[in-house]
């Protein structure tokens, strides 16, 4: 069981644009497509935390995976999240995603219920066994509660099960040991989902960045990968600088909604003031930044330099 | 939008027996059924946390909700998880159970991302809205990561929008808070989700208990709210007392796997042990029971006078 | 090394009244155990967490102490926190308890550094052991971030090393797990340090209640007490609701302050509005209640007919 | 009210070594005093963490600082921790720490009670007031459970509070951010606490490195130290890479004790196997390693090249 490799480079996991009435809206969503790939993106990520995998029936997952596919057409490859709570129902999206084009997967450890690394060992074997593409771990503890062991990535990738880590966990320590445990097997790809400390990420071995705020301003992201990539140290700093300025707007609804929403809120804000997407509409029970906070959200935009 | 009432007593959650190869074993279930309402419970509880809800393909939801309501017959009412991350798909589930025969929906808050009270309010309502049936609160923080506030409780209560409560908090001063914050709606049914404070539950104004561990003594839990129920405390505290003991089981695989694997585990074991089911194999990726922890259960059946 | 046996009762966490400049304020300490006396309890604990053990100096630490020990008087008996970091500053504070006429002693698990039950072990053996004083185990986990383990209470009770137990860590089941874990020795005294379920505890076997509360309502949590005691438990649930209401002052200043100063804040506040001290100073770094936060107390006390 | 710096470069949190009966070694500290400056490093920091001062009586910390202040004799700085729970017994120790030569001041966050921004405000610009040394704010989680925040560390800073931080959170983005908050005040020193990212921390701005594990390897720190201040980052990655193997040792008793029992233990025993100190002997209630323990320490040394 070979794992080919996914891309180094920048892959957003791009947001899911809707019409008010939370209907899927395609040709925002083509946009957006369009936008990230002009920008210079190694491949889009669909169905992850910030496209709201977690929001979306099953029925809607797969309509944004053909878009999205369909749209890319091969210029980059597309991986797609099979967000749920357990082995046998992240299967079951696996399966419809690949069916529906994915060139790779991305699943967390399982939650709902606390769980034990050997219960996440036989999860991640179990997926990599039933659908043959290249399987993604991702690490997000703050939706699933629990931290991958970075021995247990090493482990994992030894046996061909992973083909690379999108780490969300927040913690350089722990993404550096995850590095250093897949040291052996040359095709792993290690991927940071920081916004704020992907310079160091990269610094640190990471092949790549997974931004939710890489929606907003994808150029950006690049020129951080790129400048790191020539070994630019400074400029890449500098890039990562401007990026955690603008990162702040993820916190503009916060207290009077949950950290989530405010920043799906704020990211769809800005991509429709960018004039990407026609709707700002985000999935229930989010809820709707109110003008204040909207206002907040152009400030940074402008201060950002893209707007 | 009147809320019918939930029967007071036990209400089991019921275990999803399978065959070794993780097929639904119909036959054991309903022999789990016969057993359960042969000892008096006062309704079913159809897809929670104990019937690996969490870990059941939708098909196989409703498989079990159909075998349950149709071996039920109408003797007792059938209550069903509609457990999902996000409002959208606990629509779909909840509106699936509604189909198949439940006569009412048992409901977390929002799980996966962070989530805030006002989302939660959100989240609760719609549903009510796009399912008629009687709608329960599953306050299950070691699941979800957030505690139920009781003020939102009580407020949805006199809305309408909650007939009642499951508290799996463990935090009785939050139970005790939530029936206080409901007193004014008659109807509202507060049960506990614990094994071990079934008794000072009830004393505070409980009006039922929903318990894994029911499902392997459910004539324990049943003597327990009978006896709570005719003011006999000392008989009540001395029923919780055993079940206590008993429960001790759950904790037999602790360490080598998660505790809900271990849980789920001794529990369905104890079922085979005592001739209720035919296999104790439990959902992927949970980890089996060995030998020494199966002898374990069989002793702590043997200690409360179960075998 | 018997232990004797602390009594069952009401034992108050005695405040600590301090001048405008913050020095001690012994008329309003004296004043404040003639009140508490005068409700009918059973003892006096100095030095917790309700007195602010943790703010005070070694010097006035001692001054509170003796204050307290000479006007009791041997009427009730005291006794003493020694709370602190880790064993041996503990056992510096016993000594001086001891030397200043404590007849018990009070120690939280260590703290600062993370401990293990193992450590927790040596650390209550080496107190003891260098103390001869009645040692009373007080679990506190929002402050020392350690749940004590109930079968480490009951070896800790077998060997003589302890001769009872403060639970203040909201946990029912842990502390009804403590009280059967030491129901071999019988001088062993399992109190409650819950302001909320006092009732619940002595339902399930308590032997007393360290309300910090009691200071404001001693009267109260005496009429709670002694209706348990008689197995008049309606009456004594009917009082706990009272107090349930009456306790949510302590949350007046929450959200601007933290919630131990808003408490301690709201407590003292309190005793100065029923004319038992006469300053509401609390220590650095506390933040001192604002007008309306001080109205709110007021109310609180007018509606549990204490004004 | 002006705020000197303190040095930049590697200040290492001196252990405090014993005799078996746990009195004060003196030569053995005087002997790791100078193992560290000869190493080169910047500066002595004594009473913190690593030295075990939430275990030491006040007379024992008055003498630790008082033979580390003799033996440096003005060859670097000595900043002295003050590690107590709130503001007046932290004072205490910062009057004693002046009295006794201390060049500089290490306080935390109050602890015990839950606290708040707001009190954490008050708290250091009282110790700031009530002695005239540069203040370090010590940011540790994990031993007083709150995160300092980033916004209010510079807020202490501009205001002349604080000269400096001393970051072992762990959580290298708000290192990040309390680089950026204090970025207008020159003066002002970023160390960071951890063994296992200075090198990035030194690459995001940070102005040196305590670490505990700089007791075992100092020369190793410093020449991580050296190699960031002349922008050679694949010398300064190599070091730590070794040195991030080296810390594993932290971890040899961990399960059966504490970790910080056990990462105290195993320092200890690393100085004693490279012949700096004469006993591994750690405060009550830590657990002594073990043989097998022990074994584990010297392999990890010896796979560091350092026996």
């Known amino acids: 069981m070979a794992s080919a490799s996914t891309p180094s480079g920048v892959i957003p996991p791009v947001c899911t644009p809707f019409t008010p009435e939370r209907e899927l809206d ?5 946009r957006l497509c369009a936008f990230l790939l002009d920008a210079g993106v190694a491949g889009l ?15 809607l997952r797969t309509r944004v995976l053909q878009a999205v596919v369909g749209f890319a ?11 749920d709570m357990t082995t046998t129902r992240v299967i079951a999206h696996a399966r419809a995603a690949q ?37 993604l771990a991702y690490d997000i503890p703050t939706a699933v509660h629990t931290k991958l062991p970075s021995d247990l990535v090493g482990e994992l990738a030894a046996d061909g099960v992973l083909a690379g880590l999108k780490d969300s966990s927040g913690n350089i320590d722990g993404f550096r040991a995850a590095i250093g445990a897949t040291a052996g097997v040359p095709s792993f790809r290690a991927y940071t989902g920081s916004e704020v400390h992907a310079d160091l990420a990269l610094v640190a071995g990471g092949h790549g960045i997974v931004p939710g705020l890489g929606n907003v301003d994808p150029a950006g992201f690049v020129r951080l990968y790129e400048a790191a990539r020539r070994g630019d140290w400074p400029a890449a700093m ?5 990026l955690r300025r603008l990162f702040a707007l993820v916190g ?28 700002a509409t985000t999935s229930l029970p989010m809820i709707p930044l109110d003008d204040r ?3 907040s959200v152009a400030r940074h935009l402008e201060e950002a330099g893209l707007r």
Chains 1, 2, 3, 4 share one sequence.
């Open 73 to 83: 057409a091969g210029q980059v490859p597309v991986v797609a999240g099979a967000i």
């Open 26 to 30: 395609v040709a925002s969503l083509e």
């Open 293 to 295: 906070e909207l206002a």
């Open 238 to 242: 500098a890039e990562q600088d401007r």
């Open 99 to 135: 069916k529906h084009g994915a060139d790779g997967l991305v699943a967390t450890a399982p939650f709902y219920s606390p769980t034990h690394p050997a219960e996440i060992a036989v999860h991640f074997r179990a997926i990599r066994r039933a659908v043959d593409l290249p399987l």
């Open 45 to 59: 990520f669909v169905g992850g935390s910030t496209g709201e995998a977690a929001y979306l029936t099953d029925d």
């Open 252 to 279: 503009v609804g916060d207290g009077r909604m949950g950290l989530y929403s405010s920043a799906i809120g704020a990211f769809k804000a800005a991509l429709r003031m960018r004039g990407v997407i026609t709707h």
